[in-house]
């Protein structure tokens, strides 16, 4: 037995206007590596977590950055940091 709807189902209640969205009952976990990105995000957790990731930057923006974080008696991290949080805040405007 299929839950997939008919097409002609799915159009028809556009056209009539009657949609309802349907919420999954069972959120499955899927099984990912206990360092991934993926896993990290997937997980809830109780605490602020750290996402740790990697940048593979090009070798003049990377002795930029270094110098930069010197300079500022920062790690390379917390530029990065404080650069995506610049970004994803002129991205919510």
Same mark, same amino acid.
């Given at each position: 037995? $299929?839950?997939?709807?008919?097409? %002609?189902?799915?159009?028809?209640?556009?056209?009539? %206007?009657?949609?309802?969205?349907?919420?999954?009952? +069972? &959120?499955?976990?899927? $099984?990912?590596?206990?360092? $991934?990105? @993926?896993? *990290? #995000? @997937?997980?809830? $957790?109780?605490?602020? @977590?750290?996402?740790?990731?990697?940048?593979?930057?090009?070798?003049?923006?990377?002795?930029? #950055?270094?110098?930069? +974080?010197?300079?500022?008696?920062?790690?390379? +991290?917390?530029? &990065?940091?404080? @650069?995506?949080?610049?970004?994803?805040?002129?991205?919510? *405007?």
């Amino acid at each position: 037995m $299929s839950k997939r709807k008919k097409l %002609d189902d799915i159009l028809g209640n556009f056209e009539e %206007d009657t949609t309802t969205v349907e919420t999954p009952k +069972a &959120v499955k976990e899927t $099984s990912t590596e206990t360092n $991934s990105l @993926a896993a *990290q #995000l @997937a997980k809830p $957790s109780k605490k602020k @977590a750290k996402i740790r990731f990697t940048l593979d930057l090009e070798k003049p923006l990377d002795d930029r #950055l270094t110098k930069t +974080a010197k300079k500022l008696n920062r790690t390379k +991290a917390d530029l &990065v940091r404080i @650069a995506v949080d610049r970004l994803l805040e002129e991205l919510e *405007q």
